[in-house]
């Protein structure tokens, strides 16, 4: 009974921690709102960590970019 037991906890932690991927960084565009004017940016982060820095903020919209990190920079340029 305790082998049983203990094989199916080892079966929960392992597909517990088989369904946690880490999220890569990539370019992320994201378009708020701050009064009456809309702001587009791009950053290079993770989603999770976009949601975060700008939940603060209007109308958030959040897009993954196919771009490479000093692309995703230079976009920023283009922007200004």
């Known amino acids: 009974m305790k082998k049983r037991l203990f094989l199916g906890a080892m079966l929960v932690a392992g597909a517990t921690l088989a369904s946690c991927s880490k999220e890569k960084p990539a370019c992320q565009k994201v378009m708020y709102k701050i009064g009456e004017t809309e702001i ?29 990190d000093v692309e995703c920079l230079l976009k920023n340029e283009d922007n200004k």
Do not use: C, D, P
């Open 40 to 68: 587009t940016t791009y950053q290079w982060m993770t989603r999770t960590e976009a949601e975060a820095v700008f939940s603060k903020y209007n109308e958030v919209r959040i897009f993954e970019e196919k771009a490479a």
